[in-house]
């Protein structure tokens, strides 16, 4: 038996009952809260009187990350965190701000707890959640605590809104900068974008940004308010963790009316076509649409495909919707995929022969049932449509930066090989994924789009001043439960294969929030990656003064005591 044989089939107890927890979870249940005098962690020294402390269990969206008892506080104001970053400094402690804990990758807590002892969790979710919008320059003042949902409500309510933004609206607005969260949308042919607007990241929509630093001259951390294009900003707009943002003020456009419609019937043979190809291709639809997604189901042939399109007028035969969320099938699952899940981590990984049709069944008979096929409304409701309460998956991603006239290619080239290789492993009796493969495309982070010429540094969609024919980015995530076996080997091999695949002709970065750098022992894991290859994509063709190392340096000198890091943010932005 080879060594990927006996770390695959040797599963520890803790990993696997993980797996069938998060399988369990009907809802994203708040954990319960222990006051500080009746806790048994010992009370961290000194704490600032005021702010609410309580030891609280912490588990990230797939369950993967979990620790049973760390320390988490409810600052009032941003004032209060100030409070507790000068706290932190004197006695040794660090602070993780805490939104939703919507989140993959160990930016926070490590993967095993062991960086917990000494950090004080920040609750942002409960109090830090101000929105302020100001019609006269279009733009939405926002603390970091508040969710999507809340500020593209008041947005909303203004006349405003975003392009595309991730479609979860629980995640908090801090979350999403400092992952560099997206959507999925480039311009359709011929279209103009609209002012305000941008086709990249959230990151990308920042004009002011205020955080909690290190000031020298009083030796102590303050609350300072940067501008987009300080050099301070290029760094914090995207920090991947590093820092702890309080408030921030977006630009946003008028809003738009949109279309969405989901298509089951389009071959994977034929949307995932060579490059040329004529028909019902990937890039069809973005010529027609600009925004799309496919979601790909294991061992079916048909993704399911959701079109979207600015739509001023309702089309006749759209139903017009009035709230996010409107997917209601893909929240409240059958019993019978909970029964096949538990199947698949529980000893049984060929049922997912049986679990990726189930899934694609759901969908189809769903949209038809919910007549959700073709929906219409503002922004925001088409936008949003993942709820807490769906499937618990693990994920790990990638952005591929390139031409847009090369997207074709990078599709059918990934999926080619995801197909192979999933055939290889199913021939040796393996099954390691049995969630869906999803694909998005966005623009990149152009600061021109918001009127700005400085762009967050450590974004995954940072244009490429040494290639301005790299255009966008097209998104590939490969979803499975956590804890199935064989999965890591698998997401390792895909991951050298992409490094390997797209060198020639585009640029391959991590995404953030999900998982990467894999070896068989798992993700983040890989030396290669971490230390060598993520860096090297965010130094390659950047001046010195505006790279990953001025950026890093940039951190460091806002947070000199790393009051704001953990144990793999210090390892990547050693």
């Not at 920042?206 to 030796?219: E, G, H, P, R």
């Not at 990726?356 to 949003?384: E, R």
């Not at 991951?495 to 929030?513: F, G, H, K, L, T």
Request: aromatic share 10%; net charge neutral.
């Amino acid at each position: 038996m080879s060594d990927d044989d006996e770390r695959a089939r040797g599963l520890s107890r803790r990993r696997l009952m993980q797996g069938v927890a998060a399988v369990g979870v009907a809802a994203w249940i708040p954990f319960e809260q222990i006051p500080a005098a009746q806790s048994a962690l010992p009370t961290p020294p000194s704490f600032p009187g005021g702010i609410p402390l309580f030891q609280q269990a912490y588990k990230n969206w797939s369950g993967a990350i979990s620790v049973d008892a760390v320390w988490t506080c409810t600052p009032n104001t941003p004032a209060d965190v100030v409070t507790l970053a000068n706290w932190a400094r004197a006695n040794g402690w660090r602070l993780r701000a805490k939104g939703s804990s919507h989140n993959w990758s160990p930016l926070s807590l490590a993967v095993n707890g062991s960086d917990a002892a000494k950090v004080v969790l920040v609750d942002t979710k409960t109090k830090l959640t101000a929105i302020s919008v100001d019609t006269s320059s279009s733009r939405v003042r926002v603390q970091t605590g508040a969710t999507m949902l809340a500020m593209m409500t008041a947005l909303e309510a203004a006349g405003l809104g975003i392009t595309a933004s991730p479609a979860p609206g629980d995640l908090t607005v801090g979350g999403v900068l400092a992952i560099d969260g997206h959507g999925t949308a480039v311009p359709k042919t011929g279209e103009t974008k609209p002012a305000g607007h941008t086709y990249g990241s959230i990151s990308n929509l920042v004009q002011q940004i205020t955080a909690v630093v290190w000031d020298a001259a009083t030796s102590s951390y303050v609350l300072k308010t940067y501008h987009r294009n300080d050099v301070e900003a290029g760094a914090l707009m995207t920090h991947v963790g590093r820092s702890f943002i309080t408030e921030v003020v977006l630009q946003a456009g008028a809003n738009q009316r949109l279309r969405c419609q989901s298509w089951f019937d389009v071959p994977a043979t034929e949307l995932f076509a060579p490059a040329g190809s004529s028909g019902r291709t990937f890039t069809s639809y973005l010529s027609s649409a600009g925004r799309v997604e496919a979601i790909w189901f294991p061992f079916t042939d048909k993704p399911w495909l959701k079109v979207w399109s600015v739509a001023p007028s309702k089309p006749l035969l759209s139903r017009q919707v009035n709230s996010p969320y409107n997917y209601t099938f893909s929240d409240s699952l059958p019993q019978s995929i909970f029964d096949l899940s538990a199947q698949i981590i529980g000893g049984n990984p060929g049922a997912v022969v049986d679990f990726g049709p189930l899934n694609y069944n759901i969908v189809a008979a769903g949209l038809v049932t919910t007549f959700t096929y073709d929906i219409w409304g503002w922004s925001k409701n088409l936008l949003l449509y993942v709820r807490p309460s769906t499937l618990r998956v693990t994920a790990n991603g990638y952005a591929i930066v390139c031409k847009r006239a090369d997207v074709q290619r990078v599709i059918q080239e990934f999926t080619s090989r995801y197909s192979a290789r999933l055939a290889d492993f199913r021939s040796q009796g393996r099954f390691p994924m049995n969630g869906p493969v999803e694909i998005r495309v966005t623009g990149l982070d152009k600061p021109a789009d918001v009127g700005a010429t400085r762009s967050p540094q450590l974004s995954a969609l940072r244009p490429r001043p040494d290639h301005p024919e790299w255009d966008c980015a097209v998104w590939l995530d490969i979803l499975t439960l956590p804890g199935t076996p064989y999965a890591d080997v698998f997401y390792a091999e895909m991951e050298q294969w992409i490094y390997s695949n797209y060198a020639s002709y585009a640029d391959v970065r991590p995404e953030w929030s999900k998982g990467w750098a894999y070896t068989s022992a798992g993700a983040w894991t890989s030396n290669d990656v971490v230390d060598t290859r993520v860096p090297t994509t965010f130094r390659t063709g950047y001046p010195t003064n505006d790279n990953w190392d001025s950026g890093r340096a940039m951190l460091d000198i806002l947070d000199p005591a790393r009051v704001f890091s953990s144990a793999f943010v210090d390892k990547l932005l050693l």
